[in-house]
């Protein structure tokens, strides 16, 4: 699986938008784009994946970079419970389904 | 309902003996999965079955031995804990081997004294 890159941690206020960004600029072409988050003291949880189009649900958007280097989660409006580790990870469309997580963004929501 | 369980949610043990984590999952799932997350909070994969069958087998001592004895139910049994086993296990599942999403348990904090 290819790598991904994720800042280390990042701060936004309640009812903001966050901007989650990853950069994995040697994405396949079979490569997915996944995200899951990790709340306090949880296991972690989906909360998106594309390939080429952005994508939204529920959660979040996923918006992704033309060339696919790049993609980012958007949190419309952040809260206090969305306070947590966010991971990105490309997953290959031809592979085993293992997780491989890297440190992910440390996100915090101040009130 | 709990779609991914485990028990016991806390575990608390001596260097050298043998421990059981249980995992269930209602989801009607045919792949199950257990990820350790270590004291720096790195996650990583550790085993994998499918229909009971085992698939995914990294690094692991083997003093650690998954067992499936149905598709709902993945158990970790450890022996001769050490204290760098000290971690949360997580368990996993999901619908089939290929990219899907995987839904986690709420972990078992094993701490070896």
């Known amino acids: 699986d290819a790598k991904t890159t994720q800042p280390n941690s990042m701060e936004s206020n309640e009812e903001e938008p966050v901007h989650l960004p990853c950069n994995h600029s040697t994405i396949s072409g079979t490569d997915y784009i996944h995200w899951y988050r990790q709340l306090p003291s949880q296991g972690p949880e989906y909360v998106i994946h594309g390939l080429t189009s952005n994508v939204n649900n529920r959660m979040a958007s996923l918006a992704i970079a033309e060339d696919r280097k790049s993609s980012t989660l958007i949190l419309h409006r952040a809260t206090l419970r969305d306070a947590a580790v966010y991971y990105c990870i490309l997953r290959n469309g031809g592979a085993t389904n293992k997780l491989i997580f890297g440190t992910g963004t440390l996100l915090a929501v101040q009130p | ?113």
Not at chain 2, 10 to 26: H, R
Request: with cysteine.
């Open chain 2, 1 to 113: 309902d709990t779609a991914v369980s485990q028990t016991p949610k806390y575990l608390v043990t001596q260097m050298g003996n043998d421990k059981s984590i249980k995992c269930e999952q209602n989801l009607g799932h045919d792949t199950m999965y257990w990820y350790k997350q270590d004291s720096k909070k790195f996650l990583k994969i550790m085993f994998s079955y499918n229909n009971k069958e085992l698939i995914i087998n990294e690094t692991v001592p083997n003093r650690f031995s998954p067992k499936s004895p149905d598709k709902a139910h993945l158990n970790l049994h450890i022996n001769s804990l050490e204290l760098g086993d000290s971690a949360v296990y997580f368990c996993a599942s999901s619908a089939g081997t290929a990219v899907r999403t995987q839904y986690f348990g709420p972990g078992t904090r094993l701490l070896v004294l």
